[in-house]
């Protein structure tokens, strides 16, 4: 009777994978990731991204770089405090030579 050897079972980082796995890993999805990855939440509150990818003989869940949209840009903060049009006004008292504007 002959025994079955279970795979050998890792997380790994993708930048980990040798250049042919990580080609591997990219035909296997090649719409991109998101419909196939699985949250893992570790003890200190931070969490990571994978996706499954398999081999003769390692079942892996290979770690994906996920950059987590937080709804915050810290470039635009105050962006809309200020609304005014800087020379805005300016333009406002300058005739126009469109005589379209004449109608309004």
């Known amino acids: 009777m002959a025994t079955e050897t279970a795979k050998r079972r890792l997380i ?4 980990n994978l040798t250049p042919e796995q990580q080609a591997e890993v990219r035909a296997l999805y090649p719409l991109g990731f998101t419909d196939f990855m ?4 570790k003890p200190d509150g931070t969490f990571f991204y994978t996706v499954p990818y398999e081999t003769e003989d390692t079942y892996y869940m290979v ?3 996920v950059k987590v949209d937080d709804g915050q840009d810290d470039d635009n903060d105050g962006y809309y405090d200020d609304d005014d049009l800087k020379g805005a006004d300016e333009l406002a008292d300058q005739p126009s030579d ?5 109608d309004m």
């Open 63 to 65: 770690k994906i770089d």
């Open 98 to 102: 469109d005589p379209a504007d004449d």
């Open 38 to 41: 699985t949250r893992y939440d």
């Open 12 to 15: 790994t980082s993708f930048h």
